[in-house]
């Protein structure tokens, strides 16, 4: 009798873990299931979503998807939001952005201020992932949208990193700027060392970090009610 009780147990115990695969031992950052509060991007994410930058996602908004890329609706929505959720007169020019849609006005805004211009007169592309290296130049033309002007790092050279030849020339100065005000730092691979990755796509969690250190550095962090000192404890490789 005992020993059914046991494996009674030890099934019931089974089923909970295979019906909550992301629950954590701790408490989940802010409540979302699929955050560990002890993750490198625990502090950037609590950052955007207490200061409305971000949501949750998925059934009852309880996922962030952290490992899930930041779409172009998602993160023009994002600076809309951070910079008051302005409107703009500019009539709708894509055709894939329908008016109702959540991300309109951040869309007509970001054209409008030249902050996140679409792929054509047309296209603005809204469900495709943003790449580290479009992330860094849409961040510097947001920058310079903010304060009319960006600091300038043609000594700086990203030859220290080793995939630096894959860096697309427009964005080059954009990432000298980003690694030079420590807003986007490498990514750290196997066997040691760090790499740009300009191609692959940025990350929820990664862009959480990376705003983060984009409003503390352009002196946001007051306004948004956050201590400068935050922005040390996430200061390693996304």
Known sequence: ????????????????????????????????????????????????????????????????????????????????????????????????????????????????????????????????????EQLALILWRYARYLNGYVPTFEELSLDGYPDCGEVDPEAVEALRWADGMGIMTGVRVKGGGEMLQPNAAASRSATATILMRFCLDMGLGDELGVDAETKTETAGTE
């Open 1 to 132: 009798m005992h020993k059914r009780i046991c494996c009674a147990v030890m099934a019931l115990a089974l089923c909970v873990c295979a019906l909550a695969p992301h629950a954590y031992a701790t408490e989940p950052l802010l409540g979302f299931r699929d955050l560990n509060p002890r993750a490198w991007y625990a502090q950037g994410v609590r950052y955007c979503i207490e200061n409305d930058l971000m949501q949750g996602r998925g059934k009852n908004w309880r996922y962030f998807d952290p490992n899930d890329p930041v779409t172009r609706a998602q993160l023009v929505t994002i600076l809309w939001r951070l910079s008051g959720e302005p409107e703009s007169g500019l009539a709708m020019q894509y055709n894939d952005v329908p008016e109702d849609k959540w991300y309109a006005g951040a869309a007509r805004w970001a054209l409008a201020e030249d902050v996140m211009p679409g792929y054509s007169a047309a296209v603005f592309a809204p469900d495709e992932a943003v790449t580290r």
